[in-house]
């Protein structure tokens, strides 16, 4: 241990190791800490230094800006430290702190929703009562495999716990899923954890934005949004690349003729042959039908660079900065180690 770390909002101090971020030490000693990416591109896990100092390792401007840092923030994921320092999270808005479980489940269900994303269903065996908010991801652990992030698609009032896992090329957790996952296998799930969650006190108009697999949080945000009676305008935008990467379009397009507040746009970025979809990426479709974002929030999930591609257009479109709720889904091969 090389420094103790004081958390404002945790009862006892923790140790941090020799080359330990904040973040890393604070999820090992079970802190309920807000975090995203761990790799200093998303912002959750802004933190207020209130005493010493750390070195901050490199991350994005959207993540912390250098107002910010003159005021004293840091990046708790990109944090490290040779003396002891005490620290405290950003309480944001209607932040979701629910309490972390340790879930033992079982597959109960799996569906093939495209060529490359698999439905996965899970029903809770032990360790609950689970209680997340939309949007928010757990930690999943599946037979013999090392442990992922995966997003709820699920609304907290079901029963199971639902996944979109899209098999990612090279990658060694979706190929398993895609390939030997069976119904009835053991499954843990540690969580929940993020901020890019529903926030049920803003009631201006939502634009859902969605790539790929992205879909999970984002279902779940706007299914939970119109389950508690949101009567505001809810725009839902489903980005992928051709004709086969669509899934739940029919699911979409009977909730959007029930709620006439909810809008349901395709864009497909590289169809294979004609089509009377809209086409393009996703941040163009936006960019062309919002002059002004002014009020509205922002839930984007994703590929990173979907994600990033978007951020700029929703700030140019006067979207505070604090309304754009976003979860890339890094792997951990974007996520490098903490070098200061
Ligand atoms: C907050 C969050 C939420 C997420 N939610 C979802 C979700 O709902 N659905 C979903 O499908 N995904 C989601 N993800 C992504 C998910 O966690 C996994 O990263 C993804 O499934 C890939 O895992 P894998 O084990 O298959 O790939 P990995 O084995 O981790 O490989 C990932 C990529 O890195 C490459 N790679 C592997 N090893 C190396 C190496 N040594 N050097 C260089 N490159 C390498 C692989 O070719 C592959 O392209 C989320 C991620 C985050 C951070
Ligand atoms: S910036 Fe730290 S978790 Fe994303």
């Given at each position: 241990m090389v420094a103790t770390v004081r958390i404002r909002q945790w009862p006892t101090p923790i140790g941090l190791g020799p080359?330990?971020?904040?973040?890393?030490?604070?999820?090992?000693?079970?802190v309920p800490y807000p975090f995203g990416c761990q790799s200093g591109n998303c912002g959750a896990c802004k933190s207020l230094l209130i005493a010493g100092?750390?070195?901050l390792a490199e991350h994005s401007e959207f993540a912390l800006t250098d107002e910010e840092k003159a005021q004293g923030l840091v990046l708790a994921c990109r944090s490290m430290a040779d003396d002891d320092i005490e620290i405290a999270w950003i309480e944001g808005e209607d932040l979701a702190l629910h309490a972390q479980r340790r879930l033992d489940c079982r597959v109960a269900a799996l569906d093939r929703l495209t060529h490359d994303i698999t439905g996965v269903t899970l029903a809770i065996g032990s360790g609950g009562p689970f209680a997340f908010t939309a949007g928010q991801f757990v930690r999943v652990t599946f037979p013999g495999q090392k442990t992922r992030?995966?997003?709820?698609?699920?609304?907290?009032e079901e029963p199971n716990l639902v996944f979109h896992i899209r098999h990612m090329q090279g990658g060694a957790v979706s190929a398993f899923v895609a390939d030997e996952l069976e119904v009835g296998m053991p499954v843990v799930v540690e969580g929940p954890n993020g901020i890019a969650h529903?926030?049920?006190?803003?009631?201006?108009?939502?634009?859902?934005?969605?790539?790929?697999?992205?879909?999970?949080?984002?279902?779940?945000?706007?299914?939970?949004?119109?389950?508690?009676?949101?009567r505001g305008p809810i725009h839902l935008y489903f980005g992928a690349r051709d004709e086969r990467d669509i899934y739940l379009e029919g699911r979409f397009r009977a909730l959007a003729e029930k709620h006439p507040n909810l809008s349901y746009t395709?864009?497909?970025?590289?169809?294979?042959?004609?089509?009377?979809?809209?086409?393009?990426?996703?941040?163009?479709?936006?960019?062309?039908?919002?002059?002004?974002?002014?009020?509205?929030?922002?839930?984007?999930?994703?590929?990173?660079?979907?994600?990033?591609?978007?951020?700029?257009?929703?700030?140019?479109?006067?979207?505070?900065?604090e309304d754009i709720h976003a979860d890339a889904f890094y792997t951990e091969a974007d996520k490098p180690k903490a070098t200061a």
């Open positions: 080359g330990q971020v904040v973040l890393e030490a604070a999820l090992n000693a079970g100092s750390v070195e992030d995966y997003s709820m698609a699920n609304r907290l529903f926030k049920e006190a803003h009631t201006g108009p939502i634009l859902a934005l969605a790539g790929g697999s992205g879909l999970a949080p984002v279902a779940s945000i706007v299914e939970t949004a119109l389950a508690k009676g949101r395709v864009v497909l970025s590289q169809p294979s042959g004609p089509t009377s979809r809209r086409t393009g990426f996703l941040h163009e479709a936006v960019a062309a039908d919002f002059p002004s974002l002014d009020g509205a929030k922002a839930y984007v999930a994703g590929p990173p660079v979907m994600v990033d591609a978007m951020t700029p257009v929703l700030v140019a479109r006067k979207m505070r900065r």
